[in-house]
């Protein structure tokens, strides 16, 4: 590949993660927001998915308006239930902190659940698109996968961090390319993790059969 066909896929590679962070960002406040943040994610994690695994070559419209259809509902009570956790977490903190030295025992158990809510969190969303589960399912695989893939999961924090730090500094960025980017990041990292899954389960499997 010659550099001036390099830079032209480096540049179309760029413009269909800006079209498709605009049309996440359109999506969710098609929705109000917060009835549109968790089925544009979908939608989003669900393109960013098919393009790694080069699963259809369809418009990026169509997979995205159909996956936003199909799961504005599932993924709304999802969205729900991860709000409600998020929400008794912070409750739970603040009332620990303001009742200091009588409470201070419920601590580590507090953060040890925040831990698990946060790793959860992380895998939420590669899980969710990649495999046909029902939502407690999906929270059991991802928080068994996160805690199968420490090094996955730290790479996939670390890609949040990079891009709290670049949108910090570049927050034009923000309509552009801040959710296709991390999505596109988190995808990748959340496949290589289900591959290794995958080829432990084999190993397993032809170990116990040998």
């Known amino acids: 590949m010659g550099g001036w066909e390099r830079f032209n896929t480096i540049v179309y590679g760029m413009l269909k993660l800006a079209y498709l ?9 098609a929705g109000l927001v917060a009835f549109g943040f968790f089925p544009a994610t979908a939608a989003l994690f669900t393109v960013v998915r098919k393009w790694q695994l080069r699963d259809g070559t369809g418009p990026v419209f169509t997979s995205f308006w159909h996956t936003y259809k199909k799961e504005f509902f599932k993924s709304n009570g999802c969205g729900l239930i991860f709000t409600v956790i998020g929400y008794i977490l912070y409750y739970d903190f ?8 009588k409470l201070t025992f419920l ?10 809510y946060m790793i959860t969190l992380f895998f939420f969303f590669p899980v969710y698109v990649h495999f046909d589960l029902p939502f407690w399912k999906v929270l059991k695989q991802s928080l068994l996968i996160a805690l199968t893939s420490p090094l996955e999961l730290i790479q996939m924090a670390a890609a949040c961090g990079l891009l709290y730090g670049s949108v910090s500094l570049l927050p034009g960025i923000i309509p552009l390319f801040s959710g296709s980017v991390l999505a596109y990041a988190v995808m990748w990292i959340g496949l290589r993790a289900f591959e290794k899954v995958e080829r432990k389960k084999l190993n397993s499997a032809e170990n116990k059969t040998a």
């Open 107 to 116: 601590v580590p158990v507090i953060v040890l659940i925040l831990i698990w």
């Open 94 to 101: 603040t009332f620990i902190g303001m009742n200091s030295g």
């Open 21 to 29: 962070n605009l049309l996440w960002v359109l999506f969710t406040f």
